[in-house]
């Protein structure tokens, strides 16, 4: 593998070899294309649901929670149990934007590559009063499987290509269909922000 290609940091470079495998995985050749995280889901055995086709299933409590009250605490989710075909239950939040949706989803293909197992997510700790709460995060996992799927959103290669182009991330967001955050985000862990501040935003 060419490592003039990817970031400096060593946590960097695992997740960017990660990251263009998925890339590849999904058929894209060219660092610039646009990966559709929709359609790398079907090959990830991934089944990802509309709310709407889960609504009928739910309690007026639960959808009040998911997207009332309670429709910023959650992005997305996986169901631990596979279905009788054997694929995975995704469903989306469905508040969120179109950008916010192709991150969270490819988190959750992230995972399922990763082979992030369910049991590994959800780790029951007891509460003062002895009661078990559920928790349903791992800040190491939670990490990888979101930075692994930003890199294969947004690759390093194709990244700082376009910085020295002297394109905005605005501009680079509207390219990969996410967000500028992300787009940020992928600046910042690879390095290339500084670059940026130079050759784009005061340049
Ligand atoms: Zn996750």
Avoid at 15 to 28: N, Q, S, V
Avoid at 126 to 137: S, T
Avoid at 157 to 164: Q, V
Avoid at 182 to 200: F, G, I, N, P, Q
Wanted: aromatic share 8%; hydrophobic share 35%; glycine share 6%.
């Amino acid at each position: 593998m060419d490592v003039s290609n990817l970031p400096p940091t060593k946590k960097g470079r695992n997740y960017e070899i990660r990251g263009i495998a998925l890339r590849d995985f999904a058929g894209l050749r060219r660092d610039e294309d646009r990966l559709n995280p929709f359609e790398l889901a079907r090959y990830a055995n991934l089944l990802v649901a509309t709310y709407e086709q889960i609504e009928p299933f739910l309690t007026e409590e639960t959808k009040l929670h998911l997207i009332g009250d309670g429709k910023d605490s959650w992005s997305g989710g996986a169901c631990s149990q596979a279905l009788p075909d054997g694929r995975k239950l995704i469903v989306l939040n469905p508040t969120h934007g179109k950008n916010r949706q192709n991150a969270t989803l490819m988190e959750e293909i992230s995972h399922v590559f990763l082979g992030h197992k369910p049991s590994k997510l959800a780790i029951t700790t007891y509460n003062k009063e002895g009661k078990p709460i559920a928790r349903e995060y791992q800040a190491d996992v939670e990490e990888e499987a979101y930075s692994v799927g930003a890199a294969a959103l947004v690759p390093f290669s194709a990244l700082r290509r376009m910085i020295n182009q002297g394109k905005t991330s605005k501009e680079i967001a509207r390219h990969f269909n996410v967000s500028r955050e992300l787009v940020e985000y992928r600046m910042k862990v690879s390095r290339l922000w500084d670059d940026y501040k130079t050759k784009v935003i005061s340049g």
